[in-house]
């Protein structure tokens, strides 16, 4: 199995989801969990069970993927990854994207990334880099939900995660699509 590491803005996508432990399974990657992105992971929203339409921040609990083997945490086991990490950092606010790259480049593994920026810098720098849209299209394809469940996939992304697929990404069309055939 090829090996990937996520970062925060990713994973949250997918947590948002309800289907991060099916998503992650079904792409077939082994995947790793830098210390920095579990650090940046805090809080994730949630529908409100007491006001319809509504949603609220709860603590995110990434443990149940952990201890699921689903993901495993990882960090810098030598200098040269400290030093592609301090490298890395310079261009985010934040250290979980730089990490990622970091390992990925050192280690030859996938970057997992909605952050625009990540996407560019790890590509420049030769790296594979794929998006939520891509994972979640790949778990489509895989198990092939009935339409309401990827429907409702795809709703719980854009609501609870608050993001949607900008157009330079893979498999924009294809989200667009699945939501215009239920509101026709």
Known sequence: MPDAVIDACCLIDLMASGCAEEILRSIGFDWYLPQAVQDEIKYLRQHDPDNPG?????????TPLISAGVLVPCGPENQ??????TQYAVHFRSDGEAMCLA??????WI???D????????????????????????WAD?????ESALLNV????????????????????WWLDQLTKANP
Not at 54 to 62: K, N, P, R, S, Y
């Open 54 to 62: 509504q949603t609220i921040t709860v603590e995110a609990d990434l």
């Open 80 to 85: 040269a990854e400290l030093d592609r990490f």
């Open 103 to 108: 390992l990925a480049e050192s280690r030859g």
């Open 111 to 113: 970057v997992a990334t």
């Open 115 to 138: 952050d625009r920026k990540a996407i560019r810098i790890g590509q420049q720098a030769g790296q594979t880099v794929i998006s939520c849209p891509q994972l979640v299209k790949t």
């Open 142 to 146: 895989q198990t092939n939900p009935d």
């Open 154 to 173: 795809l709703r719980e992304i854009q609501i609870l995660a608050q993001f949607r697929p900008n157009p330079s990404m893979p498999e924009y069309q």
